[in-house]
């Protein structure tokens, strides 16, 4: 750990989050109906759609609008995986996937998880990338996003039924924010030197006489939205460890900064919605300091080195540098790291299977604490929401008081509802990884025995139900039983989350907004913020601590011991 290495973290922490603040006003904007520059268009979306966007949605309805527009991106999406073969837009002459594979990448893409359990520049054409898989970066996030908003909406307003219009929500979250900085950001990519192209593949002679071939493709564009709306689907197989989806240390910046901006500038937004900015900054925080602890550990778990390398006699003074690239360092691959997983994002810029047992946990730990931390795009704030309503629950114990939030109080139905959504994701990740570590058909895929064999597949199925969609690494996951459960476990993380979520929503707009008393607990200030971060980590950490503790806690004692397995 060096002072310049921590100079650059927070170099694009302060740029990331002076970003936001802008970006927060704007999106506040969208979601108010101000911003109108592409009315036009706008409007012809709606009258193809048969969409009035004035008309606005229950709970339920808005909710079962979502559905329908993702079970229908689903199933575009797996007949263009399955018949990519006869599609257009082949040149590399790239079968169709099996309908395992094609079910897993399916769920993967709309769910905002991005799980691949294939190599991108070998088993997705160019018409599966763009028309399937891109299509699908900007849907899923803009799913996430106006679900946020609609939440949002919920606090703001009272003694009403209606959250909006998903429709409308859906196609100006896409139009005014998302699509103009995929634009601005993928012309940066392709300045940067990312290909996009509709080119074959080059055949390229290398130094020893030898042949490879060299991946190309309609790459920067797809790689600006799978960081803006927190996708993390990389291109190619390895992702923004790819040359040329990692390019420099700038382009690797950018990408830090393009998937923590929107999360953070939701936060703002919220505040302006509900009519308190203070609120929103009080979120922010919280995420803020999540991602900077999450980070300092990874920086100096990875900076300490490997025990085991270090006996061997090779100098541990880079630090733990296997699976990680010269060019981006150790700062911005920590920095990387915390961000990705903590904004459900599941890009790398570094592989995960090589970090040191510490350093590998805490991404682990930051997907299992909710995805929160940021969180994904939209997704991270309505979840803080329900840690929110769950933190003000514990306060309103601890003085005898009937809880509040924002003006609403906060009664039985919405608790039983925020700990039904709370406790998906350890019954998903947990109940999972207990039956395929057991399951000789499951356990056939894991590559390595011992802790680290365990963490690879609870790190899989944390990966999937907390739609983050990053790998450890060392697991065969193309297989019929993965597919199947890492795509059910990817359902469960996204849309039975979703729906206790915006019951709470609903019921919360139905009741009237109570003007603040003298006994009212403030959420604005650092008080609220530490009891929120302390309810989070509670909820996160009891529940998988002795999953962890079998894992990766077990495997540095026995690296400490001078062992491995």
Request: hydrophobic share 55%.
């Amino acid at each position: 750990m060096t002072i310049l290495g921590w100079a650059q973290i927070a170099l694009v922490l302060a740029l990331t989050v002076a970003a936001a603040v802008p970006l927060g006003r704007y999106i506040a904007a969208v979601a108010d109906g101000r911003v109108t520059w592409l009315r036009p268009v706008e409007a012809l979306f709606y009258r193809a759609g048969g969409v009035d966007p004035g008309r606005g949605q229950d709970w339920r309805g808005y909710v079962l609008a979502m559905l329908a527009a993702n079970a229908a991106g689903f199933v575009l999406l797996f007949a263009i995986l399955r018949l990519q073969g006869v599609l257009p837009l082949n040149p590399a002459g790239v079968s169709g996937m099996s309908s395992w594979l094609a079910f897993n990448t399916a769920v993967s893409f709309v769910t905002n998880t991005n799980w691949q359990a294939y190599s991108g520049e070998v088993a997705a054409s160019y018409l599966s990338q763009m028309a399937g898989l891109a299509v699908q970066n900007f849907l899923s996030a803009a799913t996430g996003m106006a679900l946020a908003l609609a939440v949002s909406r919920a606090f703001a307003r009272g003694g009403v039924r209606e959250l909006g219009n998903f429709w409308a929500d859906l196609t100006r979250v896409t139009l005014y924010v998302l699509l103009p900085l995929a634009v601005v950001l993928g012309l940066v990519f392709v300045a940067l030197g990312m290909p996009q192209t509709f080119a074959g593949y080059v055949t390229a002679t290398t130094l020893e006489g030898a042949e490879q071939t060299v991946p190309l493709g309609p790459a920067a564009f797809q790689i600006a939205i799978k960081h803006l709306g927190t996708n993390g689907g990389g291109f190619f197989g390895v992702n923004s460890l790819h040359p040329f989806e990692g390019p420099d240390a700038i382009a690797t910046a950018l990408q830090i900064m393009a998937q923590a901006v929107i999360p953070f500038a939701l936060c703002l937004a919220f505040g302006r919605i509900v009519g308190d900015i203070r609120q929103g900054r009080a979120l922010l925080a919280v995420m803020l300091g999540f991602v900077v602890a999450a980070t300092a550990a990874i920086y100096a778990a990875e900076a300490a080195g490997n025990p085991l390398m270090t006996a061997m006699g090779v100098d541990p003074a880079l630090g733990n540098m296997e699976g990680k690239d010269l060019r981006f360092g150790l700062p911005l691959v920590a920095l990387f790291t915390a961000t990705t997983t903590g904004a459900s994002c599941g890009a790398v810029n570094a592989m995960l299977d090589s970090f040191t047992p510490l350093g590998g946990m805490v991404p682990l730990f930051l997907i299992q604490l909710g995805e929160v931390l940021p969180g994904g795009v939209g997704s991270g704030l309505y979840g803080m929401l329900v840690f929110a309503l769950l933190a003000v629950f514990v306060a309103g114990l601890m003085v005898g008081r009937t809880p509040e939030y924002l003006g609403k109080k906060v009664q039985a139905r919405e608790i039983k509802l925020a700990m039904l959504a709370v406790l998906i994701l350890p019954t998903a990740i947990l109940g999972f990884t207990a039956v395929s570590v057991v399951l000789p058909l499951a356990a056939s895929s894991i590559q390595d025995a011992g802790p680290h064999g365990l963490t690879e597949m609870l790190y899989a199925y944390t990966s999937a139900a907390g739609n983050n969609g990053s790998a450890f690494g060392g697991l065969t996951s193309d297989t019929p039983w993965l597919n199947t459960t890492l795509g059910i476990a990817m359902l469960l993380g996204r849309f039975a989350f979703v729906v206790p979520v915006m019951a709470i929503a609903g019921s919360l707009a139905a009741k009237a907004k109570a003007p603040e008393g003298s006994g009212t607990f403030p959420t604005h200030g650092p008080l609220f913020a530490g009891l929120l971060a302390g309810v989070i980590l509670i909820l996160g950490g009891l529940q998988f601590l002795p999953s962890l503790t079998l894992g990766p806690i077990a495997e540095h004692f026995t690296m400490l011991a001078g062992k491995s397995f």
